[in-house]
């Protein structure tokens, strides 16, 4: 019988969000197969990271792509963006907190790619006069890879409405984006 890659991967994700200091042995468990099959498939934590990073960069690319950020009103394409990545924010959370990623010359070039698409969107946004010009497009992308995190974990642990996720995130991204004109 062939391992479900896909299956793995996303049972991993599902423990590891909940659960980040999780053992192989738990995260085995957790996708019903046994520890020394998991080793076959990912040599240790860092391997099965990697993976993860692998497939949230999927999901992150496929997600941009789906939210059309070139179209309407960049307030808009922000909306349509948080409301698509939303079954993906866990992921995220918990690739957000494995520094490894993101530190070193082998950092994955995906994640380059999202930063690049999400500052164009912020600088459209400036361009347009929707959004606020103190604030540097990168900042802006880093204040809504923070604040999905954040939504993910509170939604996670319940203090939060799953219902309200996009809400409350696109409410306090643009709340403090948005240009005031006096």
């Not at 957790?30 to 993976?51: M, N």
């Amino acid at each position: 019988m062939a391992l479900d890659r896909d299956h793995v991967l996303r049972s991993a994700a599902a423990l590891l969000t909940r659960k980040s200091t999780a053992t192989m042995d738990e995260v085995a468990r957790a996708a019903g197969i046994s520890r020394a099959t998991l080793h076959r498939h990912f040599a240790g934590r860092d391997a099965l990271v990697r993976a993860l990073e692998g497939l949230g960069i999927a999901e992150c690319e496929a997600v941009l792509d789906r939210a059309r950020l070139d179209e309407g009103a960049a307030g808009e394409a922000v909306h349509r963006l948080v409301h698509a990545i939303e079954p993906s924010a866990a992921l995220l959370a918990f690739l957000y907190t494995e520094n490894q990623l993101f530190e070193g010359e082998q950092q994955n070039q995906g994640w380059a790619r999202i930063d690049e698409r999400l500052t164009a969107l912020f600088r459209r946004g400036q361009e347009s006069g929707e959004f606020r010009i103190d604030l540097t497009p990168a900042w802006l992308t880093e204040a809504l890879y923070g604040l999905l995190a954040s939504g993910a974990w509170a939604v996670s642990e319940g203090r939060v409405a799953a219902k309200d996720f996009t809400y409350m995130i696109v409410e306090l991204l643009l709340g403090g984006v948005r240009r005031t004109h006096a």
